[in-house]
């Protein structure tokens, strides 16, 4: 069954509205009919099965039909920092980070990173990410759209990072420490209503300066592995791993 989000809040004898894009993918793609059902995720990540009263192509109603219990989200909020990839791989990145279950997800310049965005570039290129992320949402069934942030350095990322339970960076230098102690030791803290936020470089990677920086602000470095992962891979191997002990640990 598909589902949309509906940033309104819920009220079982109401008739609720959707956009007119998802009313479009209802109707052309999907193929739902009057009495067909669909989950719909209300605000404070409230999701029902909601039953289509009006196909009209621009404008589908809908009534909520029956709630649907539990949550799809990790118990513990995971946040990616990492600089805009070349070519697609950021979209790649950002939809499959989606899918694993992450909170929040910070752009930000680096010295290396060479897909610089330029300023009157960066609504546009949110509009489109944010797109994205909530199709990615919708397909995997989270009860919450991640947050996506453009930041234009790391100075701003770490005022951004102010508030976190675990802050780790991942340096590709680190692949050479077998025993990797500060990984295990965060995947074995209590992760339960936690908020963790990794730092990654681009193709170019991170900078030994910009390590120090982050440091200097009480994040720990940690390896992925004996293998050096791409760009757009490691974020991914790190989340799977935080997720996999924070959800069946």
């Keep these: 069954m598909q589902q949309y989000f509906l940033n309104e809040e819920l009220n079982v004898e109401s008739t609720y ?21 669909v989950y719909v995720v209300f605000n404070n990540e409230i999701k ?6 009006d196909n009209n192509v621009d404008k589908v109603l809908i009534t909520p039909y029956e709630q ?11 946040t990616v920092a990492i600089p ?19 909170s929040n997800i910070i752009l930000f310049n680096s010295e290396r990173n060479i897909a610089k965005i330029k300023k009157d570039k960066v609504d546009s290129k949110l509009n489109r990410w944010n797109k994205i992320i909530k199709e990615a949402a919708e397909q995997s069934k989270r009860n919450i759209i ?3 942030t453009y930041v234009d350095s790391l100075k701003e990322l770490i005022l951004f990072s102010e508030n976190y339970d675990y802050k780790v960076v991942a340096y590709e230098k680190e692949s050479v420490n077998e025993d990797n102690v500060n990984f295990k030791r ?15 470089g681009s193709e170019g990677g991170l900078s030994e300066q910009e390590i120090y920086n982050l440091l200097d602000d ?30 069946f640990k």
Excluded: W
């Design 17 to 37: 509205e959707l956009s007119k894009d998802d009313s479009n993918h209802i109707v052309r793609i999907m193929r739902k009919k009057i009495n067909d059902k």
């Design 48 to 53: 029902y099965i909601c039953n289509i009263i």
């Design 68 to 78: 649907v219990d539990g949550s799809n989200e990790l118990p513990t909020k995971i």
């Design 84 to 102: 805009p990839l070349k070519n697609d791989k950021i979209e790649y990145l950002i939809q499959k980070l989606t899918e694993l279950g992450v």
């Design 146 to 148: 991640p947050d996506i």
């Design 186 to 200: 965060l995947l074995n803290s209590d992760l339960n209503n936690k908020n963790v936020i990794a730092v990654f």
């Design 218 to 247: 009480n994040f720990e470095v940690i390896g992925l592995g004996k293998r050096i992962l791409r760009a757009e891979t490691a974020p991914l191997y790190f989340v799977s791993c935080v997720s996999y002990f924070s959800e």
